[in-house]
């Protein structure tokens, strides 16, 4: 089932600034991950962030995690024309994988 | 490391046949198998969990007849969508999870299968 809600559904950037997405969900979690999906293509795993853990890095990723609030938020820094894809997060709970509606991200050369 | 393979990835079939799509874990052992369905512009809804040796537990909704999943062995899995309609045609996704001593929640996702029913 589908849990999480993604803000915005769609974002379109310069090439280099930084885009920011949002995920809110609804239930506890044991984690909850970012994934990146390019057009018909299956999924990229970004990042992981535990229910204990407040914020991660990866690259040019940061990942926000605040469980009293029930959401996250993945910034993209310096984004690059190949960044343009949609993005996913999604809550994980007794081994299963809820997904968030996504945002597309269109990044503009 | 990690990789996971489906076949075909693409596959269009007439109506009121029947579609097999395989899904395997290339270089570790997956004791759990996810199978998601996909459709245009939307996210992925989970259709069911299997584990290698047992029967799959299907989603709410989800017909576990007309969806037919089998986990033989820690790195395959197939589903086979029985007398497929056009209202199948959908992006289908299989992810796959390490098998470890303690819960791991980090899947592995296949390329999908895009499959059209005409």
């Known amino acids: 089932s589908q849990q999480g809600e993604e803000d915005p559904q769609a974002l379109s950037i310069q090439e280099g600034e930084n885009a920011t997405m949002n995920c809110s969900y609804k239930t506890s979690i044991n984690n909850l991950q970012w994934y990146r999906q390019n057009s018909g293509r299956g999924l990229v795993h970004l990042i992981l962030i535990r229910s204990n853990e407040r914020e991660k890095h990866s690259g040019r990723l940061r990942v926000t995690l605040d469980t009293s609030k029930k959401s996250s938020s993945l910034l993209i820094t310096a984004s690059r024309a190949a960044d343009t894809a949609s993005y996913f997060c999604a809550t994980a709970l007794d081994y299963k994988l809820s997904f968030g509606a996504g945002t597309t991200v269109t990044v503009r050369a | 490391g990690a990789v996971v393979s489906q076949h075909p990835s693409w596959v269009i079939c007439k109506s009121g046949t029947s579609v097999k799509i395989e899904c395997r874990s290339l270089?570790?052992?997956?004791?759990?198998m996810f199978w998601y369905r996909q459709f245009p512009k939307q996210s992925l809804m989970l259709m069911a969990t299997s584990n290698e040796g047992s029967k799959a537990t299907y989603e709410q909704g989800v017909e576990k007849d007309k969806f037919l999943i089998n986990h033989a062995s820690l790195t395959l899995s197939t589903l086979t969508v029985t007398s497929a309609h056009p209202e199948d045609s959908s992006f289908y996704i299989c992810s796959a999870s390490v098998a470890s001593g303690t819960p791991s929640y980090e899947q592995y996702f296949g390329p999908g299968t895009r499959l059209t029913v005409t």
């Open positions: 270089d570790f052992q997956a004791t759990t």
